[in-house]
């Protein structure tokens, strides 16, 4: 299917690795020009630069922290108005209300949840003024499946949910489509090194951290290119007419009375 994406621009956040560089991979084969942002500039030079060199792309990039709101204006100067955002950068680490203190739930919100929307906020106004655009936020099936050992991540995500919803509602009316994705367990470095962690916690050798991911749909996680596709195909003209919806990507976790 022809996506129809050839010469977009695409801004993509936490696009160094995992489900973010997936997305770009996505994006450049369709023939899109991609701006990836991370953190960690040596992680983005390489992968901006497996990126060019497999698939003669034009890939951009900018090496900014994201939970620190005075990085957007620099972003914008780097890339000013895309015509689609991918909102992904965030990793809220896990654990219940007596476990994330205040410092660490704050600091992970600033990334994800203030970043996405500080990020949608600024990118937005660019895109209504041109009359069209498409921002894309990667959340998290936390938001739909509450875990009290995941608060600080479920309520994040929940809000997020919110969010788009809120302002993919109206927002099409400007030309601008606003929705989003909700993954299960992708297969991205950070949940392989926690299923590893609760192998050996549980005294089972940690590379059998495959086996603790056997109870879910499938049998497996998800893989980082099957969300990146879900986010192309959402983000393209071929999905027209969809704003103001998250997509759960669970294998119909959400919707069975008992799940992994």
């Known amino acids: 299917m022809e996506l129809n994406l050839r010469g977009k621009t ?16 996505v994006f450049v084969e369709e023939g899109a020009d991609v701006h990836l942002v991370a953190r960690d500039a040596a992680t983005l030079a390489a992968t901006a630069d497996e990126l ?17 709101s ?42 994800k949840v203030f970043g996405y ?3 949608t906020r600024a990118m937005m106004a660019g895109m209504i003024a041109r009359g069209e655009g ?19 991540g479920s309520v994040g995500n929940a809000a997020l949910d919110a969010f788009t919803r809120a302002v993919g509602g109206s927002s099409i009316d400007r030309g601008v489509r606003v929705l989003g994705v909700h993954p299960g367990a992708v297969q991205t470095d950070r949940i392989i090194t926690l299923m590893k962690a609760r192998a050996e916690a549980d005294g089972r050798d940690p590379e059998t951290w495959a086996e603790g991911l056997s109870n879910l749909p499938l049998g497996r996680a998800i893989q ?23 997509v759960p990507m669970d294998g119909g976790l959400t919707h069975r009375a008992s799940a992994f």
């Not at 936020?137 to 995941?150: E, P, S, T």
């Open 10 to 25: 695409v801004l993509i956040t936490g696009g160094s690795k995992g489900i973010g560089k997936a997305v770009a991979e």
């Open 134 to 152: 498409v921002i894309v936020n990667v959340v998290g099936l936390a938001g739909l499946r509450m875990d009290a050992g995941y608060v600080c």
């Open 117 to 119: 929307i500080n990020m």
């Open 52 to 68: 060019r060199d497999g698939h003669q792309a034009n890939v951009t990039t900018s090496a900014l922290d994201l939970s620190d």
């Open 224 to 246: 980082p290119r099957e969300v990146a596709d879900l986010v192309a195909f959402l983000a393209s003209p071929r999905a027209s007419y969809l704003s103001g919806m998250m």
């Open 70 to 111: 005075a990085n957007i204006p620099r972003l914008q100067e780097a890339c000013p108005t895309p015509d689609i955002l991918v909102n992904n950068a965030g990793a809220i680490p896990a654990g219940d209300l007596q476990t994330v203190d205040e410092a660490t739930w704050r600091a992970a919100w600033d990334l």
